[in-house]
């Protein structure tokens, strides 16, 4: 199966999206900083595919897109997105030229009421996870609305696997034992208001494998559409 993207530059960059979102989360990095951003299986454009349940299962599909795209990618992930980089990294690191995670982490449990809403109670889970995902000051109402509507489209069978899989991801230990390790250049932007991918996250691969670190102020979660200048000022500078 082949994933849908979006590109309007091309370049050796591939941009993956998190839990219950799409390849539009990165229009603002796509048009300035260039690359490719994929929507994965069941998100967007991308048909589905119902054998998917871990973080490794879609990571698997971004090996395949980039072997056949641009042969070698720096890789790029928000949230979920991030963790998939992390694991397209450890399933193919030949193809990896560096990696950029966005409010993402080494593990990334998921809080139990966001669990059982996405299955249970989906709509309004939705629109209580939306909240999480915007600093309180953010205003721009479209593009909260963007992301709600990017949520509900994926549906409750969709967001549910995708906020599994984050929750099943755990890589902590192993990091800290040194077990993994980054060979590659490694940037963490976060958003200094993120309650769901919090800044220590980025400092601990600043700390265990020497990430570099770059907090934004005042953003939470969706950092790169509330602060999308600064978020691609730290891109250009990190890829040049
Ligand atoms: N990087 C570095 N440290 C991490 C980490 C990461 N990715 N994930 C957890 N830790 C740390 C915690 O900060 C904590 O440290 P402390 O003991 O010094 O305070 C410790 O590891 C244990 O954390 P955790 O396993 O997450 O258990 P918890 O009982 O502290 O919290 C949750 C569980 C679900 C409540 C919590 O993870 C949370 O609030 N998550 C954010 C909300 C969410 O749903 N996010 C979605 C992510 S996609």
Redesign the pocket.
């Known amino acids: 199966m082949e994933l849908k993207f979006l590109v309007k530059k091309e370049a050796p960059y591939v941009y993956i999206h ?2 219950g979102c799409s390849k539009d989360i990165w229009i603002h990095q796509v048009s300035e900083v260039g690359g490719y951003a994929i929507d994965l299986p069941g998100h967007g454009e991308s048909p589905d595919d119902e054998k998917i349940s871990t973080v490794e299962d879609y990571a698997k599909y971004v090996v395949d897109f980039i072997s056949k795209k641009v042969k070698k990618a720096y890789v790029i992930g928000h ?2 997105g991030g ?1 998939v980089a992390q694991m397209t990294y450890l399933l193919a690191k030949e193809s990896v030229l560096g990696l950029v995670l966005v409010g ?9 009421e ?2 059982w809403g996405f299955k249970n109670d989906f709509k309004n889970t939705a629109y209580k996870s939306n909240d ?1 995902l915007f600093y309180e000051g953010f205003n721009n109402k479209d593009v909260r609305d963007k992301i709600l509507r990017q949520i509900l489209n994926s549906g409750s069978k969709i967001c549910f696997r995708d ?1 599994n899989a ?2 099943k991801f ?1 890589l ?1 230990e192993k990091y800290k034992k040194g077990e993994i390790k980054i060979d590659v250049p490694m940037l963490c932007i976060v958003g200094d208001k993120d ?4 800044p ?6 600043g700390d265990v494998v020497g990430a570099r670190v770059e907090v934004i102020k005042n953003a939470g ?1 969706m950092v790169m559409l509330e602060k999308p200048e600064e978020v691609n000022g730290v891109l250009i500078d990190f890829l040049k």
Request: charged share 15%; glycine share 6%; aromatic share 16%.
């Open positions: 998190g839990s949230s979920l963790a993402s982490g080494a593990r990334l449990r998921v809080l139990p966001i669990l999480l906020f984050c929750d755990d902590l309650v769901l991918t919090p220590k996250y980025a400092y601990f691969f979660h």
